[in-house]
């Protein structure tokens, strides 16, 4: 008997498309109605003395970045373990009791080393 493959439906949707409108026509649109230019992209770029801004610098060394929210992140994790740690503490602390044992001596004697004893 052969093993077939069944085919995999996918749970997969597909994106809603939308026509865009060409640029001419929106120019057109803009032009004739007077309206402000409201899409765009946002100003990257700033005033020389504020400076480059460090998420758009190439230069910025984003690994530090990275480490620096790594050990917060771990910080966090580690900080959870203690608490972890500390309630099963609490929990496991038992009370100790003493047991009193009255020794009873019931004449038995231990006969290991007995025969080198005898010997001298």
């Given amino acids: 008997m052969y093993k077939y493959k069944l085919p995999v439906k996918s749970t997969l949707t597909s994106v809603e498309c939308v026509e865009g409108e060409p640029i001419e026509w929106k120019i057109e649109r803009i032009v004739s109605n007077k309206e402000p230019i409201s899409d765009g992209a946002p100003e990257i770029f700033t005033e020389r003395k504020e400076g480059v801004k460090s998420a758009y610098n190439i230069r ?3 690994w530090e970045i990275a480490t620096e929210a790594m ?3 771990e910080g966090s994790i580690q900080a959870k ?3 972890k740690a500390k ?3 609490k929990k496991s602390e038992a009370k100790v009791v003493e ?3 009255d020794k009873v001596d019931s ?3 231990s006969t ?3 025969k ?3 010997a001298k």
């Fill in 116 to 118: 080198g004893a005898e």
């Fill in 81 to 83: 373990r203690d608490a």
């Fill in 71 to 73: 050990s917060k992140v």
């Fill in 87 to 89: 309630i099963s503490e």
């Fill in 107 to 109: 004449g038995a004697k």
């Fill in 60 to 62: 910025t060394d984003r």
């Fill in 112 to 114: 290991e080393g007995t």
């Fill in 99 to 101: 047991l009193k044992v």
